[in-house]
């Protein structure tokens, strides 16, 4: 692994000037400096902020601000929280998947900047043996930093109503590319898949699983606040019949039988089973508030955003992507309301351009073949796929909702145990206890809105 000193090094003696580069023959470089960062935002990176002062062609002079990620800790973390897998993904994505959408787009007679609106410049992308840090596998990422540029992190507990649609419509879009890029172009598609390195929840060795170790704390957390306080709750529900609350408890235990040994067998479960679908694709995999930058308009309404942090990037059912953005982040009291308004907007957006490309490649699919394929996408199609797969979000927030609802103390702590010993009494103890029942509440109504809507028929 590499140290912190040798990423100083490298940086200092080459990536700088590889960034450098990229500006072109005629930018002169002034000077450069660079910061560590030590907070929240490197859990699971080392993250640096370089500055270039440029002297642009005109004469002026210009700062440009690039984070830099690597990836972090000891080989044993590495492997243990899948560091090695899903930093190749990450690197994958802007050096492999990205281009290939503007190459989609630029094929099919479309802007291609639309492919580069999802995510920060890419100044640097490489993931290997880097000869300047070490012999073992490295990733490095230079992005652009979009501080300047006015993109910020939304609101640490919930989102508004327009930063929650932005977030559809960019994300309905990103899942429209890959499904055209199955379609049009089908031998790079298949190629690009299998580069993809697949990232299971299940694996031969679950004692070594950071997956196994966060549903385990989940579902020992939920249940135990269930059996103390599942059936109050229950009763204590206004706006239901005693046969629904009945079909709920049932649908509960359920889940406890098949599930509670080992939790991670009903997310390997969504994972495998979905990705012949159609509507399977090149996922973003942790698609959340703290992974989305937004930039507001001079009124104060969300007018682009940004996508960041591919770590879990995975090829799978879109559902995934889906049901973790929907439920970890539409306020509890408008989930009712704006759950199913949110879902057809993103649907609406992923048609429209799915449609635009299939149709600007008719010469070669013929108008009968984009006529069934705009059916096998619609949204009938769709809602009926997304319902059996749907709980996978109520997955994400067993585990990660008390961690976004604690203390930053608390979170900090965290974070420090689960980069040094993940698998002890200590990390468990604080897993269980963060947040408190407030946390274990919203999850328990999070799982009930998923049974009303049906998400737990197919458990």
């Keep these: 692994m590499s140290t912190k000193q040798q990423q100083l090094d490298y940086m200092e003696r080459y990536l700088v000037y590889d960034i450098f580069k990229y500006f072109g023959r005629d930018v002169a470089l002034l000077s450069h400096s660079i910061e560590c960062s030590n907070g929240l935002d490197g859990f699971m990176s080392a993250l640096y902020t370089i500055q270039l002062d440029l002297r642009m062609p005109s004469g002026s002079d210009k700062s440009e601000l690039v984070l830099v990620k690597f990836m972090k800790g000891s080989k044993e973390f590495r492997e243990s929280s899948k560091s090695y897998t899903q930093c190749a993904n990450e690197i994958f994505l802007y050096a492999k998947l990205l281009p290939a959408f503007e190459n989609l787009l630029r094929s099919s007679r479309l802007n291609t900047e639309l492919a580069a609106q999802f995510v920060p410049r890419s100044y640097w992308a490489t993931y290997g043996t880097v000869e300047a840090l070490g012999d073992g596998r490295e990733s490095v990422l230079a992005l652009q930093h979009l501080r300047p540029g006015g993109y910020e992190l939304g609101p640490r507990l919930a989102l508004r109503q327009d930063q929650l649609e932005a977030m559809s419509v960019q994300l309905g879009q990103f899942h429209a ?93 969504i994972r495998s089973t979905s990705g ?35 770590q879990e990037m995975r090829y799978s059912t879109v559902a995934i992507d889906i049901s973790f953005y929907l439920y970890m982040n539409i306020p509890a009291a408008e989930r009712l309301q704006l759950f199913p308004k949110l879902l057809r907007l993103y649907h609406g957006q992923m048609l429209q351009l799915l449609e635009l490309l299939l149709q600007r490649n008719r010469e070669t699919l013929g108008e009968e073949q984009i006529e069934q394929l705009l059916t096998d996408y619609s949204y009938e199609q769709f809602e009926g796929h997304f319902k059996r797969y749907a709980f996978y979000g109520v997955m994400i927030c067993m585990h990660f909702l008390p961690w976004l609802l604690g203390s930053e103390a608390d979170c900090d702590r965290l974070s420090k145990l689960f980069e040094t010993d993940m698998h002890g009494a200590a990390f468990h103890q604080l897993s269980m206890e963060i947040a408190g029942d407030e946390a274990n509440r919203q999850i328990f109504n999070i799982m009930r809105h998923a049974f009303d809507q049906g998400y737990m028929d197919s458990i």
Excluded: W
């Design 177 to 269: 590319l890959g499904y055209a890029m199955r379609i049009v172009q089908p031998q790079l598609h298949e190629r690009l898949q299998s580069e993809l390195i697949p990232l299971p929840f299940v694996v031969a060795d679950n004692s070594a699983n950071l997956y196994a170790v966060l549903y385990r704390v989940a579902f020992d957390r939920f249940y135990e606040f269930y059996d103390r306080c599942g059936k109050q709750l229950i009763q204590t529900a206004s706006s239901s019949s005693e046969e629904e609350d009945a079909r709920f408890a049932d649908a509960v235990q359920r889940l406890r039988t098949k599930y509670f040994e080992q939790p991670i067998d009903l997310l390997e479960h």
């Design 276 to 310: 012949e679908s159609h509507f399977s694709t090149f996922l973003h995999g942790d698609f959340n508030r703290n992974n989305v930058l937004f930039h507001e308009d001079d009124e104060g309404r969300v007018d682009n955003i940004k996508m960041i942090d591919f």
